[in-house]
């Protein structure tokens, strides 16, 4: 299904924004990448490997690196067995996408809200708190879906 989407992708001629998650689908869709970030829209003067360090650059330094927005003690490292961290890693982007889906549906419902009272300063405060949560969520789930990756190739599997 990917590659299926993948080609109708590229044989589309109109112009569409792409949001997505997954490496290999952007790499082959996309012609440019555009950075949705500290409330600006802009284009990305890189690829996805630019962009994942601009990522790591926002975070704070120092060793042990976990993504932001993930819980302390969920540090990056590298597991001896591949395909229990497989399974790890995958449940844990279920976790995340779960995750991203209630946090849309809150900031859904704050922004029907702030369409009858844009001036709400309470609920422009909590939008403010769902982006960024959201945003940080986004990073870890494109860190776990590198990570995936990763340990699809080191045990040949999809």
């Not at 879906?145 to 040949?156: D, R």
Request: with cysteine; aromatic share 4%.
């Amino acid at each position: 299904m990917r590659h299926a989407l993948n080609v109708a992708l590229q044989g589309f001629e109109g112009g569409m924004v792409l949001v997505s998650h997954d490496r290999h689908l952007i790499k082959t869709a996309a012609d440019s990448l555009w950075l949705v970030a500290d409330g600006k829209l802009e284009v990305f003067d890189g690829d996805l490997d630019d962009y994942q360090e601009w990522l790591r650059s926002r975070g704070k330094p120092g060793p042990p690196r976990r993504a932001r927005g993930s819980a302390p003690g969920a540090v990056l490292s590298a597991s001896p067995r591949p395909r229990g961290r497989l399974s790890r890693l995958r449940r844990e982007i279920g976790e995340i996408e779960t995750r991203l889906a209630a946090l849309a549906a809150e900031r859904d419902r704050i922004e029907t809200q702030l369409c009858q009272d844009p001036m709400h300063a309470g609920l422009q405060a909590q939008h403010a708190d769902l982006t960024r949560a959201a945003a940080a969520m986004e990073a870890r789930w494109l860190e776990v879906g590198m990570a995936i990756e990763a340990a699809q190739a080191e045990t040949g599997s999809d």
